[in-house]
């Protein structure tokens, strides 16, 4: 069974960064995508970014140029690395991992606000 734990969440000013990591065990077969999603109150939850296996990334246009996520295969962990924070980053931030099948972390929370 994989579990993904997930850390590097918190309060933080706008224009503040932070930085988010989530690691992954429990898995006999090779990790293929990784990401991270996000989902505020009210709202549905959205892709914020994923990486590859080979590292080729995907960022949202709503963060690009202020979240970059990577990742170290040996450690079979991911990075959200989030700077020029808004108020509109405030969401729960799910890390995902894709084996034979989906698996989720429980989320952390991240709030942006003054």
């Known amino acids: 069974q994989v579990q993904l734990v997930e850390s590097g969440g918190g309060l933080v000013q706008p224009g503040g960064s932070l930085r988010l990591s989530c690691a992954a065990s429990g898995t006999d077969f090779p990790i293929n995508n990784m990401g991270w999603y996000r989902q505020a109150p009210g709202k549905e939850r959205e892709l914020v970014a994923f990486t590859t296996r080979g590292g080729n990334t995907n960022t949202a246009d709503s963060v690009k140029g202020r979240f970059t996520i990577s990742r170290d295969n040996a450690k079979n962990t991911v990075y959200l690395e989030m700077n020029s924070l808004k108020p509109d980053d405030t969401a729960v931030y799910y890390c995902?991992?894709?084996?034979?099948?989906?698996?989720w972390g429980q989320g952390t929370q991240v709030t942006v606000s003054s």
């Open positions: 995902y991992a894709v084996t034979r099948r989906d698996y």
